[in-house]
């Protein structure tokens, strides 16, 4: 069976302030979150969660895109998780995310959307989490 | 019931490369894996999980430290998440974070294992994850 291992590191700093690294990339400050009193300024466990499973989708659905040949001129989402607290604790509930996409041509906006759901259906952040990510697109031609 | 959304936008560049952002923090550029395909350089979606479950775990053991009024001097952790092609696609299998902390007294080292105990629980990405996340760690007193 194919598999990888996907490596990071962490270093506590002080407070509820820490350093994220993987070999051979930037390194990646992180804290607690404002919202449950952690400082200001640098992603926190949970947008990387939500920017994981935003940017997993679109690489996802850039495979399908390259192998359906569709002329994608643009791509940009916003994506939410909404987190709740819960008798077990904090606990994310479900995630949103827009797609807002140009297509070259007017026979790709139902390509593009069929690419679309088979990211949805193969992306493996989405696939890890245990809440529903609900993915709406409204494409357009350039 | 309290409720709390984490919100993130991403912008496609070209190939593989694209960029997160989230309000009043640094961009983050993010790219596809190299084991499958993609360029080299920047943080991609499995590294975010990864790093995103590890630091998460460090957030909510911190919680647990302040309460118990541990001493805790130093706090470093190496993750791995493991992903598999299966039937449904590539798939995260299981990741392991092992950590070495160092406490200020021997008495400590038993309250930061019950700590990390109830870190693990209460993680928020931990239990956002339908893979089981393996926890070891190796206290030493400074």
Redesign the interface.
């Known amino acids: 069976?194919?598999?990888?291992?996907?490596?990071?590191?962490?270093?506590?700093k002080s407070g509820?302030e820490?350093v994220?690294r993987?070999a051979?990339?930037?390194d990646?400050p992180?804290c607690?979150?404002p919202?449950f009193g952690?400082p200001?300024?640098?992603?926190?466990?949970?947008?990387?969660?939500?920017?994981?499973?935003?940017?997993?989708l679109?690489?996802t659905t850039?495979y399908f895109v390259e192998k359906m040949k569709i002329d994608?001129r643009?791509?940009?989402?916003?994506?939410?998780?909404?987190?709740?607290?819960t008798a077990?604790?904090?606990?994310?509930?479900e995630m949103r995310v827009s797609i807002r996409a140009r297509v070259g041509a007017e026979g790709d906006v139902a390509n593009l959307e069929a690419a679309v759901r088979k990211g949805e259906?193969?992306c493996?952040?989405s696939?890890?989490?245990?809440?529903p990510v609900h993915v709406e697109l409204a494409v357009s031609t350039a």
Chains 1, 2 share one sequence.
């Open positions: 069976m194919s598999q990888w291992v996907f490596n990071t590191s962490l270093e506590w509820e820490a994220e993987t051979g990339r930037p990646l992180v607690g979150p919202e952690g200001a300024g640098q992603w926190t466990p949970e947008h990387l969660l939500v920017g994981g499973v935003e940017s997993c679109l690489l850039l994608l643009s791509y940009e989402s916003s994506a939410g998780g909404t987190m709740a607290r077990e604790g904090l606990r994310f509930t259906k193969y493996p952040l696939a890890a989490v245990r809440f």
